[in-house]
C-alpha cells in the first residue's frame, strides 16, 4: 500500500511540473492543437495519479490488496502510455506516438476493473 501511496505521490509531483512545464515553457512554442494535446495528458496524469493514491488507501480497506496492487500497476502503466505518448506526439509532432495511446487507455480501463472487482470482493 506504501508502494501505490509513494508511486501516487510521484505521479502527482510529475503531473504538476509537467501541467506548468506545459503552461508556462510551451505556451508560445505549440500549436493550439498540441497544446490542446498536452493538456489532455496533464489531465489524465492528474487523475490516474490521485487513482494510484486512492487504491493505495483502500487497499487498507480491502481484502484483496494483490489486486488492487495490481490494478495500481496498470494505472501506473496508463499514464506512462497514455499521457507519455500524448507528451511526446504534442513535443515532437510525430502523429505515430498516437498509436501508443489507445494502449495506455485500455490499462487504465483494466486497472479500474479490477480495482471494482476487489472492491466487489469486499472488505
Not at 490499462?107 to 471494482?116: A, E, I, R, S, Y
Request: glycine fraction near 14%; charged fraction near 5%.
Amino acid at each position: 500500500m506504501t508502494l501505490l501511496l509513494t508511486l501516487g505521490g510521484i505521479m502527482m509531483f510529475l503531473a504538476v511540473a509537467l501541467g506548468a512545464f506545459g503552461a508556462h515553457a510551451l505556451k508560445n512554442r505549440l500549436t493550439e492543437d498540441r497544446q490542446k494535446t498536452y493538456q489532455t495528458g496533464v489531465q489524465y496524469h492528474i487523475a490516474h495519479g490521485l487513482g494510484l493514491i486512492l487504491l493505495g488507501l483502500a487497499a487498507t480497506q480491502l481484502t484483496s490488496k494483490g489486486l488492487v496492487v495490481l490494478a495500481g500497476w496498470f494505472l501506473f502503466a496508463g499514464i506512462v502510455l497514455f499521457s507519455g505518448s500524448l507528451y511526446a506526439l504534442s513535443l515532437t509532432g510525430i502523429r505515430k506516438l498516437g498509436a501508443i495511446t489507445p494502449l495506455g487507455g485500455v490499462c487504465f480501463l483494466t486497472g479500474w476493473v479490477l480495482f471494482v472487482i476487489a472492491a466487489v470482493q469486499g472488505s
